[in-house]
């Protein structure tokens, strides 16, 4: 379903089953934006696609898709926390957080022309929707950490987490998660930290 649209830009907010069609531009997407600062990820086609293909398994699933013209220039995924990854179930298990409440936000994502455009909101205001068709009453999501003393750091950088605690999210103490993956860089396996955001969501 198109949720927004201007002139050749559009977003659409699409159930798995409708989101699985473009499973292999969702994936591209993810490999090109998370390869850039601060992720610098190096993935895979193959990799992407299984990871996607977990989140379709959900029928509460929703994708979010951003399109300039036919083509998929950003997205966001949606999905209640209690049926993400068991990494994520866990820490908010040990911080004695009720899974059943969150919907998670995955990443919110755009190729770098189109960033700076406030699409943000738009995005956000369907992950409200979504909550709330679902009856959740928060939204949680979770964002590397990186610092602004750091010398790769883009001098254009546009900090995802500053921009997120504008529209009212707060950090969640203690809960920081390490991942590895390989990097872009190194072509190594690199640790990195991550931690997780909350908001309320609006009635």
Known sequence: MTVWQ????KIECLSALEAKKYISDFARLRINVFREYPYFYEGSLEYEKAYLGEYFLCND??????????????????????????????????????????LYFGEVILEA?????????????????????????????????????????????????????????????NSEMTFSYKSALSGQDEAHTMQCYELDVET
Request: aromatic fraction near 12%; glycine fraction near 6%.
């Open 6 to 9: 201007k002139d050749s830009l």
């Open 61 to 102: 699933f929703y994708a979010l898709a951003f399109f300039d013209g036919e083509r998929i220039c950003g997205m966001g995924t949606l999905i209640p926390l209690e049926s993400s990854f068991a990494e994520i179930k866990e820490l908010f298990a040990k911080l004695k957080l009720d899974a059943k409440d969150y």
């Open 113 to 173: 022309p189109y960033r700076g455009k406030k699409l943000l909101p738009i995005f956000m205001a369907e992950a409200f929707k979504v909550a709330r068709k679902l009856g959740l009453s928060k939204i949680a999501y979770m964002s590397i950490v990186s610092s602004k003393s750091d010398k790769l750091r883009p001098a254009n950088y546009r900090d995802s987490n500053a921009i997120m605690q504008k529209h009212g999210t707060r950090l969640i103490e």
